[in-house]
């Protein structure tokens, strides 16, 4: 009688535990190879599902005391941009000068960003004469971020993310063309623009240069009409990839285009050699370079003043009849579309 | 004078009804595939992960300490 009951009770404790050893096995399995590849999890964790997490043998963001950047005060807000320069440059006079638009700006706390650099950056070639000159002339441009929701919703340290890649962006601009970038703020849009003239209109708080991150994906340059002695003030980021710093050749192409550069084929040699004004999508291990030519225009385009397309084709003097007129400059839309055909006038 | 019969005889099953297999409803690949293939996968595969996702974060935890402790005693 004792011999059968213990038999039942084996039986049943086998019918029930042996799921739940199961169960619980696969759950230590897993607990076992998380623990084993605990970097290439986390890694993963933080480049693709956005998580924010820290990866052991990584340098470690250095989040030091807040930097509490100071409001820009009556700054006119479109058409008198203020590059920070050492000496006075000598440019061209800017197509438009409207009134100064008094602005009173939110002071913007930001983080102070030490991450390294995620590409190799080769060191650029040696400059000689005029090119030296301006490469050692630095200059400062502020720059107020815009943020596509999009982004933000897949992205949700979109701050930090933005933060770095304005760092590392300014990073490789001043090793190449002596070109620093400020971080004057950080908004995120409520709906994402179709157009950038969308956001032109957008508070600058003293910005020279409006970045639109979007969280579209790179397929090819915008068509951009610039001016001859001014650099546009609103440019569009794509995103190259799902990484932590997929939008950086994107920022880099977008301040290329903004500062004059042209963007190359993708058979051109240049491009093949890896400029980041190559019109192709680069993996993210090749080194970042500057091809010659873009740097040269860059370098001489990162003196002029920052111009409101829209605002070109109002200029405070008449153009003499004999004088051929600048370029009207276009703005690209965000999602890249083909330009619509104008309607001609009856 | 004949008594009327009250309870006639029963009549004997029919062998051929009694013996008639049981049909069954026959099952379809779809309903198969997802009670074999992807229901199980998803639960063993969401308990997998799940431990991944402890093991990496809480690597210090008690239960990463206490399986890694359990590992050790074989591996």
């Known amino acids: 009688m004792a011999l059968a009951r213990v038999k039942n009770l084996a039986k049943l404790t086998l019918l029930i535990g042996t799921p739940i050893a199961i169960l619980v096995g696969m759950f230590s399995c897993g607990v076992y190879c998380g623990h084993e590849n605990r970097d290439a999890v986390l890694k993963f964790e933080r480049d693709w599902l956005g998580f924010d997490v820290t990866v052991p043998g990584e340098p470690v963001p250095v989040k030091t005391e807040p930097v509490k950047t100071e409001p820009v005060k009556t700054e006119p807000v479109k058409t008198e941009p203020m590059p920070v320069k050492t000496e006075p440059v000598k440019t061209e006079p800017t197509p438009v000068k409207t009134e100064p638009v008094p602005v009173q700006p939110e002071p913007v706390v930001l983080a102070k960003v030490e991450d390294p650099l995620p590409f190799p950056m080769p060191e650029p070639a040696p400059l000689s004469g005029d090119s030296r000159a301006k490469l050692d002339d630095p200059v400062r441009i502020s720059v107020k971020v815009l943020v596509d929701p999009a982004l933000a919703v897949r992205r949700p340290d979109w701050l930090a993310y933005v933060q770095r890649h304005i760092a590392w962006g300014s990073l490789v601009l001043e090793k190449q063309i002596g070109l620093h970038l400020d971080l004057a703020g950080i908004v995120k849009l409520v709906d994402t623009p179709r157009d950038l003239s969308e956001v032109q209109s957008h508070a600058r708080e003293g910005a020279n240069l409006l970045l639109v991150f979007v969280d579209d994906e790179f397929s090819r340059p915008v068509a951009v009409n610039g001016f001859n002695n001014a650099n546009l003030d609103v440019m569009v980021v794509h995103a190259v990839g799902r990484s932590r710093s997929a939008h950086l050749r994107g920022l880099l192409l977008a301040v290329g285009q903004v500062l004059g550069a042209q963007p190359l084929g993708p058979d051109d040699e240049a491009t093949v050699q890896g400029s980041w004004m190559g019109a192709v999508r680069v993996e993210d291990t090749r080194p970042i370079k500057l091809d010659a030519t873009n740097r040269l225009i860059m370098l001489t385009h990162k003196a002029y003043d920052f111009t409101s397309p829209s605002l070109a084709g109002q200029p405070s003097e008449p153009t003499p009849p004999d004088e051929p007129t600048p370029a009207q400059p276009t703005l690209p839309t965000v999602h890249d579309e083909p330009a619509l055909p104008e309607e001609e006038a009856p | ?75």
């Open chain 2, 1 to 75: 004078m004949a008594q009327p019969v009250r309870n006639p005889p029963k009549k004997a099953p029919d062998k051929a009804l009694e013996k008639a297999p049981v049909v069954e409803e026959p099952q379809s690949r779809l309903s198969w595939i997802l009670g074999w293939i992807v229901i199980p996968g998803l639960l063993f595969g969401g308990l997998f992960l799940g431990g991944v996702y402890v093991g990496a974060n809480n690597h210090d935890g008690w239960i990463a300490s206490a399986v890694m402790w359990l590992f050790g005693l074989f591996w």
